[in-house]
């Protein structure tokens, strides 16, 4: 089975500080996981992936994010938070050889103040 | 190239009536799946079509059904609609089901049940 979680409801950042979106996951397999982002009355929009290779994934609008194995995390960062980046960011997992299904988080509410 | 498109955008039926949505998959996508979006339940695999086959489903009732064509476009739809089916209801392609393969989102059909 497959599962993932993001442990925060919303998070607050100040224009021009780094941002941090946590997410953690379960798979019994090799995991494949992304991260998308959904403006207010708009469909979610694919920002990067990991599938295998470096644990540092670029992706776009400057968002980037880190696989660690050990923590079975995959947070997603930015060096400099814009206004315009406050929307609501989804974590999913999918698992090597499973389902074709993804597990999405329940989402993070990201609200970059100026 | 074209996105995902969805119609229509809003939707208003009174509980008992059925519904059906429409989902335009990008050019050359191939895979096509449905998610239910609420603010409690997050977001929730319908099913997904692979070559007008229904490859996956989700825990939903039978009264959600869908289809896809020959052109990969999809529909889905719910009869004796019920007030919790109030909901933004996503599609989403990507090029292939491979587990690896990202999804490309639409902007959504909004319906609400009174």
């Known amino acids: 089975a497959q599962s993932v979680a993001q442990p925060e409801d919303q998070v607050n950042v100040a224009e021009g500080n780094p941002l941090t979106v946590k997410c953690t996951y379960s798979?019994?397999?090799?995991?494949?996981l992304f991260w998308y982002v959904q403006y207010p009355n708009r469909g979610l929009q694919f920002l990067l992936k990991?599938?295998?290779?470096?644990?540092l994934v670029k992706g776009s609008y400057g968002f980037e994010a880190e696989f660690n194995k050990s923590q079975t995390s995959f947070h997603l960062k930015k060096p400099s938070a814009l206004v315009s980046d406050s929307a609501l960011y989804f974590c999913?997992?999918?698992?090597?050889?499973?389902?074709?299904?993804?597990?999405f988080g329940r989402g993070t509410s990201l609200i970059v103040h100026p | 190239k074209a996105g995902v498109t969805q119609t229509p955008r809003y939707l208003i039926k009174t509980r008992g009536q059925q519904v059906t949505l429409s989902c335009s998959p990008i050019?050359?996508?191939?895979?096509v799946s449905w998610y239910q979006q609420t603010p409690g339940q997050g977001l929730q695999f319908l099913f997904e079509?692979?070559?007008?086959?229904?490859?996956n489903k989700g825990n939903f009732p039978g009264r959600f059904s869908g289809r896809q064509f020959s052109n990969s476009r999809s529909e889905m739809n719910v009869s004796t609609l019920e007030l919790g089916d109030s909901a933004l209801y996503l599609c989403?392609?990507?090029?292939?089901?491979?587990?690896?393969?990202?999804?490309?989102f639409g902007p959504g059909t909004r319906l609400l049940v009174l």
């Open positions: 990991y599938i295998t290779g470096d644990n």
């Open positions: 989403a392609s990507s090029l292939v089901d491979r587990e690896r393969e990202a999804q490309y």
């Open positions: 999913a997992v999918r698992d090597e050889g499973g389902s074709y299904i993804p597990t």
């Open positions: 050019s050359g996508h191939r895979s």
């Open positions: 079509y692979f070559s007008e086959t229904q490859r």
């Open positions: 798979v019994s397999g090799n995991p494949y």
